[in-house]
């Protein structure tokens, strides 16, 4: 079938996206390629998935390999991938073991549940989860239910009970909120929807405190802020804060579509068998590009890299307003009179550089851990006359 590129309203698929008309056919590197062959700046990273840049070629030879092999066998059986990417991750982290799934919205949906079961395995009644302001933990009902944006859920109701929001930079108030009901306290250590905002180490010192008085166990949503993300392998690295069970998604599969809920010691065992599952969880093809990823993405030069390239970008984001967020991970408030979504069009169209919004003035960067000096300039430049032209 000949398609032609940019369906618009003859699109057979569901409208639930308001996409950009543009398609591309190849990626290497920070760079996108459209049909015509005209190329792009990508700091985006298909929402902070290619971290590595486009098909890394590390990633690419390990899926070629072993789709070759075995693609899909099932969790009835024992899979050598994903056993070596469950002690990869658990080597690197405070973690014990990891249950894999698809994505982060089932990350975070795994971690409610553990949360839940916790609480009953410890012979408890608690089933409160609280969560924060401005939260984003995914799209799923349990998830949805954990993001506490009118928006977001308000088409959805009845949410599944049981979920209380707090305030995202008021410790006393989300200590307050943590009572003997409390299962678990769940947040984003580094907010990425609604605007970049790390959370205060107050307000984390206060959560794990809060936890640790009532037997509940404080979850770090790093679907989007971990792996490198921030400049270091896991967000939670930097801050004084390790929680007890930490979700992750996005960039895992090198653009592959994996999501891992990693538990601590204290609660590895509290989803017994036929408590939860995952038909495609831990799929050999996924969890062998997510060792390859993995492999790379925990490079202490690539995350001195990240670090470095961050602060750049930050000094010069700075001259167009507040920038918040870390490593490359970075919102800068544009101001009132500007329309982001309008200066991510220009940069896209005229700039050819791929940038998003979150929030109607807020402009927000994940570039790719391999980009350079030069592509910040590429996208300052972008900006710069978006802003002029707007
Ligand atoms: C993207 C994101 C999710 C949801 O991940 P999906 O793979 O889209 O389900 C959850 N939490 C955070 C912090 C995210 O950024």
Redesign the pocket.
Known sequence: MELPGIYGESSAQTANYARFDVEFVRGEGVHLYDASGAEYLDFLCG??VTSLGHCHPAVVEAIERRSRELIHTSNLFWSSPAEELARRLTAASFASNVFFCN????A?EAAIKLARAHAVAQGSNAREIVVLERA????TMG?LSATPQEDKQAPFTPLVHGFRTAPNDDADAVAAAVTPQTCAVML?PVQ??GGVFPIPDAVLVAAREACDAVGALLIF?E??CGLGRTGSLFAYQQTSVVPDVMTL??ALGGGLPI?AMLAGEGCTDALQPGYHGSTFGGNPVTCAAACAAFELLSDDELLEHVRGLGELLRGRLDEYGPVAGRGLMLGVELGDDVDARDVVKHMLFEGRVIANSTGPSTLRFLPPFVASAGDVDRAIAALDSALSAI
């Not at 994505?103 to 089932?106: D, L, T, V, Y």
């Not at 984003?136 to 799209?139: E, K, P």
């Open positions: 929402l902070g994505s982060g919205a089932e975070n984003f933990h995914g799209r998830a984003e990425g929807e949503d679907v989007q998604a996005k999501g």
